[in-house]
T-cell receptor, first 115, second 114 residues
Framework: DQQVKQNSPSLSVQEGRISILNCDYT??????FLWYKKYPAEGPTFLIS?????DKNEDGRFTVFLNKSAKHLSLHIVPSQPGDSAVYFC??????????????FGQGTILTVHP | DSGVTQTPKHLITATGQRVTLRCSPR?????VYWYQQSLDQGLQFLIQ???????AKGNILERFSAQQFPDLHSELNLSSLELGDSALYFC?????????????FGQGTRLTVV
């Protein structure tokens, strides 16, 4: 049962343009969402997060949007840079109950930014 | 550098064997998480420890076990290994029991079972 889905395995954009990575979830108990970036041979690196009480969170070139009714979130990177080329994972957490800090990850989207 | 150290980086072993993966969390972090990433899969949560106690369990096989020691380092033990256990195993740590979930990941241990 894939509770967090990233339906696009890959995305290719031109340098300077916007990159939009999408993520859908099914578990209505999720109340905290995160994006991680992963380079080959490295562990995932935390990028940005959003709580379910917000619909937008911005950090420099990165903005995450949350649409709770659609159970959908997206990561916007503007402008995209070649160094942004990596695998991006969406993750979700239900902070109550016994789930504590458990993160449920999507399968990842490979972003390639062309110079 | 995330501050989370995993050893070894690579491990090749035969089916039926047992291995131990080690993780040292960031200084001050009390929570340790183990994740498995198989080929073409996202990261699958295995287990979480907080200050020495098991806190949450995911899809961890009975052949796998983990523990967190008083100095907060953690070990993941994998036994009766099968070819399908070949994967990247990541350890992550965070400062809290889980309310702030920006976990920091180590570089992973690549396990190859032959």
């Amino acid at each position: 049962d894939q509770q967090v889905k990233q339906n696009s395995p890959s995305l290719s954009v031109q340098e300077g343009r916007i990159s939009i990575l999408n993520c859908d979830y099914t578990n209505s108990m999720f109340d905290y969402f995160l994006w991680y970036k992963k380079y080959p041979a490295e562990g995932p690196t935390f990028l940005i997060s959003i709580s379910s009480i917000k619909d937008k969170n911005e950090d420099g070139r990165f903005t995450v949007f949350l649409n709770k009714s659609a159970k959908h979130l997206s990561l916007h990177i503007v402008p995209s840079q070649p160094g942004d080329s990596a695998v991006y994972f969406c993750a979700a957490s239900a902070r109550g109950g016994t789930s504590y800090g458990k993160l449920t990850f999507g399968q990842g989207t490979i972003l390639t930014v062309h110079p | 550098d995330s501050g989370v150290t995993q050893t070894p980086k690579h491990l090749i072993t035969a089916t039926g064997q047992r291995v131990t993966l080690r993780c040292s969390p960031r200084s001050g972090d009390l929570s340790v998480y183990w994740y498995q990433q198989s080929l073409d899969q996202g990261l699958q949560f295995l287990i979480q420890y907080y200050n020495g106690e098991e806190r949450a369990k995911g899809n961890i096989l009975e052949r796998f076990s983990a523990q967190q020691f008083p100095d907060l380092h953690s070990e993941l033990n994998l036994s009766s290994l099968e070819l399908g256990d070949s994967a990247l195993y990541f350890c992550a740590s965070s400062e809290s029991r889980g309310l702030s979930t920006e976990a920091f990941f180590g570089q992973g241990t690549r396990l190859t079972v032959v």
